[in-house]
């Protein structure tokens, strides 16, 4: 199996096979269960899917996304001098991120989770360009499968100093990164 078997990641709807997905995480789980199209179709986030091409109603991974203000005081000193003196930004929260128990990594050879969140990236960068949005922030959820904070740090994202579950990953960044990878101009 090779990315050329998966389907492109997609918006989710009612014809995906959402009650199959596990990923050991019941909190991450019971969402793509039970919630994440209704939450989708009452705009509160959008939830995007990662599908096989041959089943493409089987979900392999997904992550969602919504806004979210942020106080400015949680946020490093050395970023804080950079900004304007506001009490809170608008930023773009990554709600949730998670791949099917079946294709986690040894299990797969696949990067799946960094497939996801370069996707991710790139639909808020994207939407940031329409509507200013300084950051992708992250809730780490520590739970069964243990704590993916490795994962975030890896990938540039920056604690915020009163709340050490809670990343954050400027869009300029992103940009960067996008851009160094060929993913935008």
Same mark, same amino acid.
């Given at each position: 199996?090779?990315?050329?078997?998966?389907?492109?990641?997609?918006?989710?709807?009612?014809?995906?096979?959402?009650?199959?997905?596990?990923?050991?995480?019941?909190?991450?789980? #019971?969402?793509?269960?039970?919630?994440?199209?209704?939450?989708?179709?009452?705009?509160?986030?959008?939830?995007?899917?990662?599908?096989?091409?041959?089943?493409?109603?089987?979900?392999?991974?997904?992550?969602?996304?919504?806004?979210?203000?942020?106080?400015?005081?949680?946020?490093? /000193?050395?970023?804080?001098?950079?900004?304007?003196?506001?009490?809170?930004?608008?930023?773009?929260?990554?709600?949730?991120?998670?791949?099917? /128990? #079946?294709?986690?990594?040894?299990?797969?050879?696949?990067?799946?989770?960094?497939?996801?969140?370069?996707?991710?990236?790139?639909?808020?960068?994207?939407?940031?360009?329409?509507?200013?949005?300084?950051?992708?922030?992250?809730?780490?959820?520590?739970? /069964?499968?243990?704590?993916?904070?490795?994962?975030?740090?890896?990938?540039?994202?920056?604690?915020?100093?009163?709340?050490?579950?809670?990343?954050?990953?400027?869009?300029?960044?992103?940009?960067?990164?996008?851009?160094?990878?060929?993913?935008?101009?």
């Amino acid at each position: 199996m090779d990315f050329l078997d998966l389907n492109l990641i997609e918006l989710i709807t009612r014809s995906h096979d959402r009650k199959s997905f596990v990923s050991g995480v019941k909190k991450l789980d #019971n969402y793509l269960h039970d919630r994440a199209v209704g939450d989708t179709e009452k705009n509160i986030s959008r939830t995007f899917v990662l599908t096989l091409r041959e089943m493409p109603e089987r979900i392999i991974g997904y992550y969602s996304l919504s806004s979210l203000l942020i106080p400015m005081d949680g946020l490093p /000193e050395s970023i804080l001098v950079k900004l304007p003196n506001y009490k809170a930004i608008g930023t773009t929260l990554m709600g949730k991120l998670a791949i099917d /128990e #079946n294709w986690q990594r040894g299990k797969c050879e696949l990067r799946l989770g960094e497939h996801l969140l370069i996707d991710a990236m790139r639909t808020a960068w994207l939407a940031s360009q329409k509507v200013a949005s300084y950051a992708l922030v992250v809730d780490v959820l520590t739970g /069964e499968k243990g704590d993916p904070t490795d994962f975030y740090t890896k990938n540039n994202f920056i604690p915020f100093r009163d709340n050490p579950a809670r990343f954050f990953l400027p869009m300029k960044t992103i940009e960067q990164t996008l851009r160094r990878n060929g993913i935008i101009g």
